[in-house]
Structure formats: C-alpha cells, structure tokens
C-alpha cells in the first residue's frame, strides 16, 4: 500500500491466505482494521489452500474487480508460520520451512489491473484444481483431546481442540508437483492466449529447487527465467509467491508489462496457475 498503490480506505476487499492463523475464526479483518481499511466498504476474510493459497487468493481477488462488481481495489496476503506445526525432531522435513508475509494489491481502475485494465495488466488467465485422494501425503490433522462433563446420567464426552504436527510424504509430493505443475500452467497459458515463449519470468511456490528446475525443463523455459528465493527463506507456504515477487520488483528484475506465469501447489492436495502481467 505505500509503495504507490491506493490508500487502505480505497480497499474493497482483504483477502488473507494462511494456514497457520493466529485467530481460528480468521485474521483478515483484523488486518484491514489493522491497516486502516474503511469497514463501511470492505470485506475481509482468510482463504485456506495452504501453499496455493497465495495463488488462489489472488484468482479470488480478479474475480471481485471484474464481472461488472463494484469493488476497484483487493488486498492479497499470502502469510503463514509453518515453524508452529512442523516436528522439530524429523531433520528430513524441519530444515525445509520457514515464515513469512508478503501482499499484492490488484485494481481494476488502472496501476495494477485486473483482467479489464485497458493496459492489458493483471491476471491474463488460470486455472485450478484440487484431488482429496492425495490429501494423506501432505497434511496436519485436527487432534481432540477426549473429556467428560458432568452431565445428567454418565455425563458427556467433548474435545479441546488442538492440532498434530505436520506430515509429508516428500516423494509422492515432488511426483505431483512435477507432473500436475507444467499441466496447469499450460492450461492457464492458453486461456490468456499466449505461448511459453511469451513468459518473461516463471515464479513457483517455492518449495524445492528440484521442482522448478523440472517443471522449467519440461516448459522448455531457461532456469535465468525462473525468480527464486528459496536458499533465503525456505518453504514459506502461501507467502512464497508474494515473497519472491517483491524482491524480483524491487531489485528491477520485474519491470512493468512483463508476463509473469505463477504457479502454486500443495496440501489439499490443490494446485493452481496464473498468468500475470505486470503493472
């Protein structure tokens, strides 16, 4: 928002994508208010797709500021602390997360576009999926811990709620990964019309460096074009993208009316793609 983008009154929608909240019930209307967000005109609330999430949030947001609905400006947030659930004593899986926040904002009225921008910026096209059957390979899974009240006869069992740690299958994760990822983005390419040869930039959520480097040569793209961070932060789940695509902006490697393909995918197990052209 202070890096020219419109002031946080003029914000019609808060999107948050995290896994990991502070408040069960949802942060994103803690953030708006937190920000200034003028609750007479905005909706704020979380998406949970884990490490999609960023990516999934952001197709979201496009579909407030076209479809003739009045909203001109949405917040996204990918934000998550995976250091909270992971198990510190599994050395194959601990030293591969990180936290961390990053936000985009996208408008419909010029700057950052959406699809109806008449400079053509913001998301050109996605796609996305999902596939419960993989769900076991990736998850952290609500745990009950059984008490009983004293209630009229043998009185009542209930569950304070807490959660267990994270669990990866990394072998079966990477197998989906490399094969659904060059899918999708496909997919999302040729709904914006456009061909490989017309991405500037591959951005992957960033959760392993063997990945992108398949899914680049499946692509038929070049690794210079690949934007990672990787070695910096690690897997930082929904704020990866957002993450990345700051420092690539800020140190210029991102220019504006570059064409950027995105690409998340993780728990669920979900995936998504879209095509992002910079404004």
């Known amino acids: 928002l202070g890096r020219g983008g419109p002031a946080p009154a003029d914000i019609d929608v808060v999107i948050c994508a995290t896994s990991s909240p502070d408040d069960l019930f949802g942060d994103a209307p803690t953030i708006a208010h937190a920000v200034g967000c003028d609750s007479s ?113 043998d009185g009542t069992v209930v569950h304070d709620g807490s959660y267990d740690l994270m ?47 398949t899914v680049a040569s499946r692509l038929g793209m070049p690794m210079d074009k690949v934007i990672t961070n990787l070695y910096k932060y690690g897997n930082t789940s929904a704020a990866s993208i957002p993450l990345a695509l700051d420092e690539a902006v800020r140190t210029g490697r991102v220019k504006k009316g570059d064409v950027i393909a995105c690409a998340g995918f993780g728990a669920g197990l979900s995936w998504g793609a879209a095509i992002l052209k910079w404004g």
């Not at 094969?179 to 392993?208: G, K, Y």
């Open 41 to 153: 005109r905005v909706v704020a609330f979380d998406l949970t797709a884990a490490c999609s999430g960023f990516l999934f949030g952001i197709v979201t947001a496009s579909q407030f500021l076209s479809n003739g609905n009045s909203a001109k400006n949405a917040l996204v947030l990918g934000a998550d602390a995976l250091t909270r659930w992971v198990d510190w004593d599994d050395r194959n899986s601990c030293i591969l997360f990180g936290d961390g926040a990053g936000a985009m904002v996208l408008s419909s009225d010029g700057g950052s576009g959406d699809d109806d921008d008449e400079d053509g910026f913001g998301v050109l096209g996605y796609a996305m999926h999902s596939n419960g059957a993989g769900h076991k390979d990736l998850k952290c899974i609500y745990r009950g811990e059984p008490k009983t009240i004293s209630t009229p006869g």
């Open 167 to 213: 669990t990866m299958n990394g072998r079966k994760v990477y197998s989906f990964a490399t094969r659904e990822v060059p899918t999708v983005l496909l997919e999302a390419l040729e709904q914006a019309n456009i061909s490989v040869d017309d991405v500037d930039h591959l951005l992957l959520h960033q959760a392993n460096i063997r990945i992108m480097e």
